[in-house]
């Protein structure tokens, strides 16, 4: 591949398969959606018509699309109630990505909500093993990177490891975020900076196991454990950052999905910026 391929997030309003034509209009090379309501425990619902008419348009794109997961679903979450409809969530996202054509759900893996980091990670292990277990298809739980915000877990590569090596590891990836890295504490603004980077993804994580990238600018400063995404080169990781991140090989292999603030003509503005950087 000659250049990233470089796509945004795009609604399902009206029905799943509408994602690929606002993802065309876009001017996406792949792209993210979501399979069912963000914000409702309902089950994604979309006709096998539907499903065909979606694999069929996104075999146009550079890359397969990919999905995310509902912001509900918390596996660390104290109360054992969400916990269990968060797996059912869960199994029924990666039945549907399996529908649909899609090889990586990305996932926050959750908050712990004062129990302790070792209970959260415990929680999100075996809640991970059932979902994989129970769903249909072979569909990768592509684990993001997070800011930290608050009682979040996952805002250390090692966090990420930790629960890639001791949960269902043949079905577990990585997805990195730039403004979550950025908020977390690890550095993306110079070269030298994303050299070191890089350097801490390969010994800790392995670079084989990123199969997706989100490219946001940072609207908070470095380290400030926030997440707040910001137009491309107008936040505070800036172009250098990001010509050098898009410069790695493993990221040109990979979705890189914008996240960035929505408006009229955005989504096409900050691809063209990427691609200018690229």
């Known amino acids: ?17 509408n994602a690929v034509g606002h993802a065309t209009k876009a001017g996406s090379d792949t792209f993210q959606i979501f399979v069912k309501p963000n914000r409702q425990w ?18 146009g794109f550079l890359l397969p699309p990919v999905a995310h997961a509902s912001y509900l679903i918390n596996l660390a979450s104290p109360s054992p109630e969400t916990r269990q409809k968060s797996i059912l969530s ?12 899609i090889t990586d759900l ?8 004062g129990d302790g980091e070792d209970v959260g990670f ?36 090692e966090h990420l490891a930790k629960i890639r090596d001791e949960g269902p590891t043949e079905r577990l990836s990585v997805c990195l975020d730039t403004a979550h890295l950025f908020g977390a504490g690890y550095d993306l603004r ?6 070191t980077l890089s350097e801490e993804i390969d010994r800790v994580l392995g670079w084989q196991t990123v199969r997706v990238a989100h490219l946001n ?16 080169g107008l936040g505070e990781i800036g172009e250098e950052g990001f010509r050098a991140f898009l410069s790695l090989p493993r990221i040109r292999e990979i979705p890189g999905i914008i996240e960035t603030p929505s408006g009229e003509g955005m989504d096409r503005i900050n691809l063209a910026k990427l691609r200018q950087l690229s």
């Open 190 to 195: 110079t070269v030298e900076d994303v050299a």
């Open 1 to 17: 591949m000659n250049r990233p391929a470089m796509g945004a997030h795009h609604s399902i309003a009206g029905g799943i398969q």
């Open 106 to 113: 990305v996932l926050h893996p959750g908050s712990h909500g």
């Open 122 to 157: 415990t929680r999100i292990k075996e809640g991970l093993e059932i979902a994989v277990e129970k769903a249909q298809g072979g569909c990768f739980v592509a684990l993001e990177i997070t800011a930290g915000t608050g009682k979040n877990l996952g805002f250390r590569l």
């Open 90 to 101: 869960l199994v029924n996202e990666l039945s549907a990505c399996h529908q649909l054509g």
């Open 42 to 59: 309902k089950p994604p619902s979309f006709t096998s018509e539907q499903a065909e008419i979606f694999r069929e348009g996104a075999r």
């Open 217 to 232: 600018d940072s609207k908070v400063p470095f380290a400030s454990r926030k997440d707040r995404h910001e137009h491309i």
